[in-house]
């Protein structure tokens, strides 16, 4: 009879421990892909803009799109792309409530994709940075710059900007 419990309590502890690493399996889980979000892009996207000198009436401009994959998985994305805009001396300062009643921009300068018409990726932990360059009248008093992107895979997207007062001359912007 000793022999027959004893295989009972051994049958017992063992159950125990497969119900015990089930719930070790599944805290692990949810801490890794559900409360940290493992699983979802962790993408930090800045804009950024350098203005290069004058010629024939504009500024040469380089605009930046910086992408850094802080996350611990590859994600696909596509539809990186910026608009830029400008307000001219001579402009009223409206606001626009499309835009929550921030300033408004009026002038369109460039509508364009950072890279061709693609699928494109991002390793973890890589950054990456993308260049256009533009050009700007020289009668602009501000522009701002508005990037974009979406994920492959998600209907999740990320937007970044950055406004600038254009410069009368190259040294101010240093």
């Known amino acids: 009879m000793a022999y027959e419990n004893l295989n ?17 399996g599944a805290c692990w889980t949810y801490t890794r892909f559900i409360r940290q979000r493992e699983k979802f892009a962790f993408i930090e996207f800045t804009v950024d803009m350098n203005f290069i000198g004058k010629q024939d009436g504009s500024w040469i401009v380089e605009l930046i799109a910086n992408l850094e994959n802080k996350g611990k998985v590859k994600h696909s994305f596509v539809d990186l792309s910026f608009d830029l805009a400008a307000l001219f001396k001579q402009d009223p ?82």
């Open 8 to 24: 009972y309590l051994a049958s017992a502890v063992e159950s125990l421990a497969t119900v015990a690493a089930l719930v070790v």
């Open 93 to 174: 300062l409206l606001s626009n409530e499309k835009f929550g009643g921030q300033a408004f921009f009026p002038h369109d300068i460039a509508t364009r994709p950072w890279l061709p018409d693609g699928e494109y990726f991002i390793e973890p932990g890589t950054k990456v940075k993308y260049s256009y360059v533009a050009r700007v009248p020289e009668d602009a008093s501000f522009v701002m710059l508005h990037g974009h992107f979406s994920y492959m895979k998600e209907s999740a997207w990320h937007t970044a900007e950055r406004t600038l007062s254009v410069p009368t001359s190259l040294h101010m912007h240093h």
